[in-house]
């Protein structure tokens, strides 16, 4: 009796079935301009012929490798071609999720009767669904979206659903080969950790891209699917083994496996080289956050969104450079603070003008953070519970340089904690192209996010110098030009002292006569404010501009010192890069080109330039710029030898006073690159000048870096000298016969030394 009852139910649904299949056709019409809102209507014929998912949007070096991505929480997928897919993979899929794929239209009958029968008895379980209905569900939310009146009658909704997929899949299936199709659902899956499609998905579970998937990592990919959390890797491991168990034995079920094979594969672990995605990691990561703003002004001006759109931005980032910069900057700050921390011997870095500790510093600096302003929201800012939770004590995990540390701080242990660190920025770019090569915002950008290349700006101390010397040369002066070491005197009218004299290092002034390429080798500060005097701050400033420096200047006589502004190691990199590309300020760029998710070029990016002096002039620079590897007493004299040899560098290091910002840019026939060093705030510095000097800080990162690069001759930036111009120089080059060596009267004459910038 049961079997012959099974027999007419099986006949009912085969009826049900034949009913569907005839009356789709005339259904299509209806469901899809759903005239009354009963079915939710369909998505047009448009957008089925061309999905549209949601893709992040890809930064890539210039010699090709990923840098980073920008997603939204739901957007973070990287499409790929069906080419790109492994054959263990694509079978481990085709056994577990539908088997007979290749045969059918984007209906599997067998399956769709099952499913209809299930809701007929009112004992629906799922099922039914083929790759192709599963992308159709995925691609137009099928299940939550579009639904209609009738979705509120029982079961009926889901009969509508399948109703939807099945009309959505054919239309798949009519547009798009199998492989294509395959790809896009692989595509579209969500395998939870943020890894949205099998590419992202790959790499974050297994550090591998999809072609390299075997069956056994394949089959932990393919066992999240229908439940990215139930059976996570990472989050239920054991979960996640007995579903791989269960994916490798329909592997070995259909032959594809050998039983010896499947028996050993299924006691093996899972292997996991486990890596979410993070604007954190990875090489870059000040640069890939401080050009978002940027991109993102750019999309919406060009109709793009950078979160969903699949954008494939190149930049001019080398990956080779960058690791270098980022070596280089790490290694050295390491052992600074080391140094730093020790020379402090438990006092407080925040100090004043005459070394005293600043009382209510911290006081003070609390006041500006979030949870600060979180709390007195709450509570009101007269209120006690404001300092208990300031003073509390919690579990937190800090920076170190040995490693992230688990420890108990209060808010208050905290901001003193991490004011106490010293931080770097560094640049790296090639003068004749513009194009930056490197980037390195800072120490860590997980635990310090602010950018200290374009961000930060700070004063540039004796760097800015050569932009003073520069207009000495332009009004007629030669590097030969003698200048005594003597005070110089600038009025201040209607100040209180009515005068200004700039001292050198030591307080005191030699009297010696020196040519002024001797003078900027030893960044002597009373030399250049002589030529400061002799020129005017307005012209300087003026100049300033034309070499790139676009941030706000005050015309003021002790701009000649790098005192009349703040500005950024981008900008100074940017005007010394003009000496090198023989007078033609040549705007520093990030991007190349970026293209659309099917590799159409959208935009390129072509730098701005503009004549800011002439040949001979910018040649003379460099030679200027090299008496500090060349001239006794050069503050670059302490550059490794190996740099120096064969090769011509120009150079100026810049401490600001109280030793609080300490600079370093250099240029090479290739590269013009630049760092800067500092306290987060410009009281916190060595209490130690000598120390904190930017020959000491900011000078060993350059050094670090230029030797790496000699050292990796695939980059193909050479030793050699600068380019001379074609014409012949107009001045006379070399000084000894006119100063007669009066600079070996200098006793410290080999003595590596930089001026500070004394107000």
């Known amino acids: 009796m049961k079997s ?116 007929m008895t009112f004992n629906f379980k799922g099922g039914g669904s083929t790759i192709t209905m599963q992308l159709a569900e995925n691609l137009y939310q099928t299940n939550s979206e579009n639904q209609g009146s009738l979705y509120k009658i029982g079961k009926i909704g889901r009969i509508i659903t399948k109703l939807k997929e099945y009309i959505i899949a054919v239309q798949l299936e009519n547009s798009y080969t199998k492989e294509e199709i395959l790809a896009m659902y692989l595509n579209q899956i969500e395998f939870g950790s ?84 993070n604007h954190n990691e990875g090489l870059a990561t000040y640069f890939r956050s401080v050009i ?93 519970s404001v300092e208990i939770y300031l003073n509390r004590k919690k579990p937190m995990t800090v920076f170190t340089w040995d490693g992230e540390k688990d420890t108990l701080f209060s808010t208050y242990d905290s901001l003193k904690y991490y004011k ?30 602010y950018d200290h290349v374009d961000q930060g700006k700070r004063q540039p101390g004796s760097t800015f110098k050569p932009i003073v010397y520069t207009v000495a040369i332009e009004n007629g002066y030669s590097p030969c030009y003698p200048v005594v070491d003597a005070a110089v005197t600038f009025p201040r009218p209607g100040q209180d002292p009515p005068t200004w004299t700039p001292e050198n290092a030591n307080g005191k002034f030699t009297g010696e006569k020196m040519t002024i390429r001797q003078a900027m080798a030893r960044s002597k500060n009373s030399v250049t404010a002589y030529i400061m005097k002799e020129v005017g701050p307005q012209t300087v400033v003026e100049k300033a501009k034309q070499l790139g420096i676009e941030s706000p200047l005050d015309a ?35 991007i190349t080109r970026i293209e659309d998710q099917n590799g159409n070029v959208i935009q390129q990016f072509v730098p701005q330039t503009r004549e800011a002096i002439n040949e001979e002039t910018a040649y003379i620079m460099l030679h200027m710029l090299k008496g500090t ?66 020959a000491k800080t900011a000078m060993p990162i350059w050094e670090n870096f230029m030797l790496k690069v000699y050292d990796d001759p695939t980059l193909g930036y050479e030793k050699g000298s600068f380019d001379r111009p074609l014409k012949p120089i107009s001045i006379e080059l070399d000084c000894d016969k006119y100063t007669n060596g009066s600079h070996s009267s200098d006793n410290n004459q080999n003595q590596v030394i930089e001026e500070v910038d004394f107000m």
């Open 194 to 277: 943020n890894s949205l499609g099998i590419k992202v998905a790959a790499k974050t579970f297994f550090n591998k891209l999809p072609s390299q998937l075997d069956y056994l990592e394949s089959s932990v990919l393919v066992g999240v699917i229908n439940a990215p959390t139930r059976f996570s890797p990472v989050l239920n491991p054991e979960n996640s083994l007995s579903k791989r168990a269960e994916v490798l034995y329909n592997v070995h079920k259909y032959g594809l496996i050998s039983e010896e094979e499947f028996d050993s594969l299924k006691v093996l672990p899972l292997g996991l080289n486990y890596k979410v995605d």
């Open 629 to 694: 590897t060349e001239e006794p007493g050069g503050t670059a004299l302490g550059l490794d030898i190996s740099l120096r040899q064969g090769n011509e560098i120009g150079a100026k290091t810049g401490t600001t006073q109280n030793a609080s910002d300490g600079w370093f840019v250099g240029v090479t026939r290739d590269l013009a690159a630049g760092a800067w060093v500092g306290g987060d705030e410009r009281s916190i510095h060595f209490r130690n000048w000598a120390l904190g000097q930017g």
């Open 556 to 590: 003021v006589p002790s701009l000649c010192l790098g005192a009349g502004g703040d500005v950024s190691i981008k900008e100074m990199v940017g005007s010394y890069s003009t000496f090198v590309n023989k007078g033609i300020y040549t705007e520093p760029i990030f």
């Open 292 to 384: 978002r703003p940027f991109l993102l002004y750019w999309s919406k001006e060009n109709g793009y969104d950078l979160y969903d759109d699949g954008l494939k931005i190149y930049t001019t980032i080398d990956s080779r450079l960058q690791q270098f910069a980022e070596e280089a900057v790490t290694e050295h700050m390491k052992k600074l603070q080391e140094r730093f921390d020790k020379h402090l011997n438990g006092t407080t870095p925040w100090i004043d003008e005459d070394g005293r500790e600043l009382e209510g510093f911290i006081e003070s600096r609390i006041k500006s953070t979030e949870h600060y302003k979180s709390l007195v929201a709450k509570f009101g800012v007269t209120s006690d």
């Open 420 to 449: 106490g660190f010293l931080h770097a920025g560094f640049l790296a770019m090639e003068p004749k192209t513009g194009q930056i090569k490197a980037w390195v915002g800072g120490i860590n950008h997980k635990y310090f996010k």
């Open 4 to 119: 012959k009852v099974f027999r007419i139910l099986i006949i009912v649904a085969w009826i049900a079935a034949l009913g569907f299949f005839i009356g789709v056709p005339t259904t299509f019409l209806m469901v899809h301009n759903d005239t009354f809102g009963w079915f939710g209507g369909l998505p047009s014929l448009q957008d089925l012929e061309r999905p549209d998912p949601d893709l992040s949007s890809e930064l890539i070096s210039a010699d090709g490798l990923l840098l980073g991505k920008y997603w939204r929480p739901t957007s973070n997928r990287t499409a790929i071609t069906y080419e790109e897919l492994s054959s263990e993979l694509v079978n481990t899929l085709l056994v577990t999720e539908d088997i007979r794929f290749k045969q059918h239209a984007g209906i599997d009958l067998r399956g769709l009767t099952r499913a209809i029968f299930g809701v």
